[in-house]
């Protein structure tokens, strides 16, 4: 999903904003690394949810320098992070808590070290891509929850004993 509305950013930029739209091209870099993660999916799921997230992550910080903080592109931070709480299994949370940390991470660095953006920007554009980032967040948290729904409930109770009473498990932390 996030490989086919890549080359949609630039012509958004285009149609609302009288400039930048040379430097929005930069968006579509990381376009080819969006798309070989369902190929990476096939050979090695484990390395596919780490991708998504550390590409989504880099290609956010790539944008943070690029548009500037005032863009609103450090929002797209949130998507990344809800996908390292929601695409990881229970054996995996070394890689889940590793990941996180990173994006915080780099969600700090991004935050106190990028000063100048690559293109100057107005006060005016500025506003409008923090409209537009703000938009187009909510739309990919929507459908990251859509694609989530139930998945960890189906997971966490699928060996759950079939019987009306519940009783914790302090072992692992949850409930059967």
């Given at each position: ?39 990476i ?19 956010t ?10 863009s ?5 931070f ?25 994006l ?23 506003a ?19 694609r ?6 189906s ?15 302090h ?6």
């Amino acid at each position: 999903m996030i490989f086919a509305n890549k080359p949609f950013y630039p012509l958004y930029v285009w149609y609302l904003l009288d400039s930048g739209v040379a430097a929005s091209l930069g968006t579509l870099l990381a376009a080819p690394f969006f798309l070989a993660i369902p190929f990476i999916a096939r050979r090695a799921p484990l390395a596919a949810r780490i991708a998504l997230p550390l590409v989504g992550t880099l290609d956010t910080l790539f944008e943070v320098k690029l548009f500037g903080t005032g863009s609103g592109t450090e929002l797209f931070f949130a998507p990344c992070i809800m996908l390292v709480a929601l695409s990881f299994r229970v054996e995996e949370t070394r890689w889940q808590r590793g990941l996180a940390a990173l994006l915080f991470l780099v969600f700090i660095l991004s935050r106190y070290t990028i000063d100048t953006p690559l293109h100057a920007w107005s006060k005016g554009d500025l506003a409008i891509l923090l409209d537009l980032n703000a938009f187009a967040v909510a739309c990919l948290m929507v459908f990251i929850c859509l694609r989530y729904a139930g998945i960890h409930n189906s997971r966490d109770f699928s060996a759950a004993p079939k019987s009306d009473k519940v009783e914790p498990d302090h072992r692992r932390g949850k409930w059967l």
